[in-house]
């Protein structure tokens, strides 16, 4: 079983570049039954998927924020990233990692399994 | 992009009796493999999402089978046979047909009566 676990910030102020790291510490992040990606919860709301990347380093991103996130991977360290340009409050949320099973392989094409999640807050 | 429609938007059920919740996708999430890629997650309170359901009816590893999901073409249910107090949460559908570009359902809240 997959065990994935987030890092951030926490307290950010607006206009600011928002950092995430996830690290897989069971598990191989070149594992191809998975694909790894990003989703968020803004406080009291629901989720919203953010970016995706396959361990070779293929891409993916949710279109309302195509222009302001990156996704990355960093198989050396088993783990991947993102980085969300121009933060703002509407930023601030709950940002989980998550494992998806690869449709490809017969896996779920849903998310497996899920970090814990780190808070992040924008504010001035 | 295919917008997911949940319903209820709160449910409030009696423990033992059963619950059911419904999520309508804008059009089929039919992945061009075939397979309808359609997921339930449960979210308790201050906890990740967890995912139940995947492929529209395929339990996932450990998931208890008073849960079950079924629909095909754009009307899905998720049904809790008896409804335990674990089961409290926020539960949302998924939709992957354009795999691994995805979209979330509202949610639905799951409260004891």
């Known amino acids: 079983q997959l065990q994935l676990q987030e890092s951030g910030p926490g307290l950010m102020k607006p206009s600011e570049t928002l950092s995430l790291t996830c690290i897989v510490s069971v598990g191989s992040i070149k594992n191809s039954d998975y694909y790894w990606g990003w989703v968020r919860q803004s406080p009291g709301k629901g989720l919203e998927w953010l970016a995706t990347i396959f361990w070779i380093g293929s891409t993916f991103y949710n279109p309302s924020l195509q222009n302001r996130v990156v996704i990355s991977v960093d198989t050396s360290n088993n783990r991947f990233s993102l980085k969300l340009t121009s933060v703002t409050a509407a930023d601030s949320g709950t940002y989980y990692c998550?494992?998806?099973?690869?449709?490809?392989?017969?896996?779920?094409?849903?998310?497996?399994?899920w970090g814990q999640g780190t808070l992040v807050s924008v504010s001035s | 992009d295919i917008v997911l429609t949940q319903t209820p938007l709160s449910s409030p059920v009696t423990l033992g009796q059963p619950a059911s919740i419904s999520c309508y996708a804008s059009q089929s999430p039919v992945h061009s493999d075939g397979n309808t890629y359609l997921s339930w997650l449960q979210q308790r309170p201050g906890h990740p999402p967890r995912l139940l359901i995947y492929k529209v009816s395929e339990r996932f590893s450990g998931v208890p089978d008073r849960f079950s999901g079924t629909g095909a073409g754009t009307q899905f249910t998720l049904k809790i046979s008896k409804v335990e107090v674990e089961d409290v949460g926020t539960y949302y559908c998924m939709q992957a047909a354009r795999f691994p570009r995805l979209t979330f359902g509202g949610g639905t809240k799951l409260e004891i009566e």
């Open positions: 998550a494992a998806s099973g690869n449709p490809y392989h017969y896996g779920s094409a849903s998310f497996d399994y």
